[in-house]
């Protein structure tokens, strides 16, 4: 804004001044002359008067309306004032000005709540009163070199308000310069970080634990797979004996010695069945099973199978079924990865079956999809457990399932085989109402 121009309205009133004066002198002088002379004199005088005046009204005029732009500037420059007192004091952090030797001259709120001390008496006490004492000298440092490098962005240190607990402070402090760009004052803007550090520290100490417990799993499933094939190897080799031994003791006709054989071989059998699902599982949790698509009847493998665990079934008096949409259902999979989907699925209906029906489901579905359902009158899965089903040795009830064993890797290998497939599986069961399994995969894979 133009200030008014004082020496414009001086010369203004001067001339209105001098210009009566004159009309004065005129008038006095000319008072012996003849009226009509006189008459004349005056009413020019009074001309010029009368142009004097308007001019100082003029001038009177452009002196009002500066007055009113001054006021109005003055009242803008008060609620800019008023705003940056609001966002000084209302800051969500703490926000001090000081000299340059850190003495405080101003402070908003949350710093009087910071460092637990009255406003009063924040105002003239020296920030470094606030450091302890063992990290002073540092802060004395750092403010010594604040008029020379000017900011100083997130500078972690300790502090400690009246009768407070110390705590990690976040400090951001920048030099207050004036127009020939000397450093007159510091601002300062202080964050407690203290619960920020808090979590960080638990962060960390969270994803040690984390990489510690990967390098366990990794150990776990590196000793599993080292452990199974140091086990399949002499399984073999006592299924092979006790073939060879059993050979040679038919054309005795010891019957004794015949049912020990059988039952060494049918334990072995048991035994090499765990060791391959421990197997697979190490295989599918490294990412190390890749999946050998050609192409096979899914209907064909489908009844393979139910002939293979019929004989399971009837130990138990259970019907075993097998529901097909169609005679035959050519599909591209790996034929021994479905099978153990279909071995798995069936094997685990009979075992929590002891009355009633298994039935095996495979249908053609809309998009290019496969359902194979295994659906049972069993003991059924409560509704909170069914989640964890299909978790690594994972069981549902431990003393049923230590009457007819296993290793509870049975649905979590049929799980992570279905996945390798870009499938899906899903459970539906019923307490003591029985139990269905669908598996959706695709009717044609492609080699991983």
């Known amino acids: 804004m133009k200030a008014f121009d004082n020496t414009l309205l001086s010369n203004y009133i001067q001339t209105v001044q001098q210009r009566t004066q004159v009309l004065y002198e005129s008038t006095k002088s000319n008072s012996t002359e003849s009226s009509g002379q006189s008459h004349t004199n005056v009413e020019d005088c009074l001309e010029e008067l009368f142009s004097a005046l308007e001019e100082l009204s003029i001038a009177e005029e452009e002196l009002r309306q500066q007055n009113e732009m001054l006021v109005l500037a003055q009242s803008e420059i008060e609620a800019e004032r008023q705003r940056y007192q609001e966002l000084f004091e209302f800051a969500p952090d703490a926000y001090l000005i000081t000299d340059l030797y850190g003495v405080v001259q101003e402070a908003n709120r949350v710093a009087v709540q910071l460092f637990n001390i009255s406003h009063r008496h924040l105002i003239q006490k020296p920030l470094v009163s606030f450091i302890p004492d063992h990290q002073r000298q ?9 008029p020379t490098i000017h900011r100083v962005q997130e500078w972690e240190t300790v502090a400690c308000g009246r009768k407070n607990n110390p705590f990690t402070a976040a400090i951001t402090v920048e030099t207050v310069l004036d127009r020939q760009g000397r450093a007159i004052a510091l601002r300062w803007l202080i964050r407690d970080i203290t619960n920020r550090k808090r979590s960080e520290a638990h962060l960390q100490e969270v994803q040690v634990q984390n990489l510690e417990l990967i390098e366990i799993d990794r150990l776990k499933d590196q ?9 399949r190897t002499p399984m073999n080799a006592i299924l092979g004996f006790s073939h060879l031994l059993g050979n ?17 071989i049918r334990n072995s059998h048991h035994l090499l069945a765990m060791i391959e699902e421990l197997l697979d599982f190490s295989k599918l949790k490294s990412r190390k099973l890749e999946l050998q698509p050609v192409g096979f009847d899914l209907v064909q493998i489908a009844h393979e199978t139910m002939q293979d665990l019929h004989c399971l079934a009837e130990q138990k008096g259970l019907t075993l079924e097998l529901d097909c949409s169609q005679d035959v259902l050519p599909i591209v999979n790996d034929p021994a990865r479905v099978r153990q989907i279909l071995v798995n699925l069936i094997s685990n209906a009979i075992k929590f079956t002891d009355s009633g029906r298994v039935m095996v489901r495979v249908w053609e579905v809309p998009e290019g999809q496969i359902l194979i359902a295994v659906q049972d009158t069993g003991i059924g899965i409560d509704i909170a457990d069914q989640e964890n089903i299909f978790q690594e040795f994972w ?7 230590r009457q007819v064993g296993g290793t509870g890797l049975g649905l979590a290998i049929v799980h992570a085989l279905v996945e390798l497939m870009r499938g899906t599986i899903s459970i539906q069961s019923k307490v003591n109402q029985g139990t269905t399994i669908r598996v959706e995969i695709p009717r044609r894979i492609a080699p991983l």
Do not use: C, K, W
């Open 138 to 146: 540092a802060f004395r440092s750092v403010l010594n070199q604040l």
């Open 395 to 401: 069981q549902v009830n431990q003393s049923r399932t």
């Open 223 to 231: 000793f599993m797979a080292t452990i199974s094939h140091e086990l």
């Open 248 to 264: 040679r003791i038919a054309p005795i006709g010891d019957y004794r010695l015949s049912q020990m054989v059988d039952y060494v």
